[in-house]
Every structure is written in structure tokens, then in C-alpha cells.
């Protein structure tokens, strides 16, 4: 297992335009339920809050470029292009991602994870 200081994302640039038919992160859920809220949404920009208890994951997604916070830490598998790793997010830990092209992930530990998502419209 990976151990960060900071969040799990694999940051890398693509091109938004060029997305299939993935869903966002509020649209992607787990099971046909929604794991993402909108807090605040506004012409600048849309901030989530995205809840995972222990067992449940984010269905296959991509990020628009994004700011995140983890209000609560957990283990985490994430599968991408880069393919599968398991990683401690820690809480308080937090990143910047260019965008996402696609990624999904599950909660393999054993507390709730909770972050963040601020992206800039």
C-alpha cells in the first residue's frame, strides 16, 4: 500500500471536448445511488461534497481541472489508466488536478471517507 501526505489523484491535463459518454462526479454514483452533493453552485464555480462509507466506491468518472480537501481519510482502492493501487488518504490532505480523463474508486477501509471538490466554471 501507498502511503501519501497528500490526495490520490493522478494529476495529468486532457482535453474536456473530447470526453465520451463518462459521467461527472456528481452524476457518477455507487449501485444507482448518489455518493456527491452540491454545496454551492454559482456562475464562478460548484463545490461537492462526496461521501464513501467502508464498501462503497465512485462508479467510473471523469474531473474537470478541480481543487479537493479530504474532511475525512480513509483506504482507498483507485482504478485508471494507470491501473489499480491502493492508497491511506489521509485527512487534512489536499490537491489540484489539471482534470481527470477517467478514474473510479472504492473505500477498502474501514472508516467513512468525505472530501471536497471545488471546480472553477
Known amino acids: 500500500m501507498i502511503r501519501y501526505t497528500f490526495f490520490f489523484l493522478v494529476l495529468f491535463s486532457f482535453d474536456i471536448r473530447s470526453q465520451s459518454a463518462l459521467p461527472d462526479p456528481l452524476a457518477a ?6 455518493v456527491c452533493e452540491v454545496l ?17 466506491g465512485h462508479e467510473r468518472h471523469y474531473h474537470k481541472p478541480h481543487f479537493g480537501y479530504t474532511l475525512a481519510g480513509s483506504t482507498m482502492r483507485i482504478t485508471d489508466a494507470n491501473g489499480i ?13 489539471k482534470g481527470i480523463e477517467w478514474h473510479q474508486v472504492l473505500n477498502i477501509g474501514d472508516s467513512t471517507a468525505v472530501f471536497l471538490i471545488v471546480e472553477p466554471k
Not at 454551492?40 to 461537492?48: H, Q
Not at 488518504?89 to 490537491?95: E, M, N, Q
Open 29 to 34: 454514483g455507487w449501485k444507482g445511488e448518489p
Open 85 to 97: 493501487r491502493e492508497v491511506q488518504v489521509l485527512t487534512g490532505s489536499s490537491f489540484y488536478s
Open 40 to 56: 454551492l453552485e454559482n456562475d464562478s464555480i460548484r463545490t461537492l461534497k462526496c461521501t464513501f462509507p467502508p464498501g462503497v
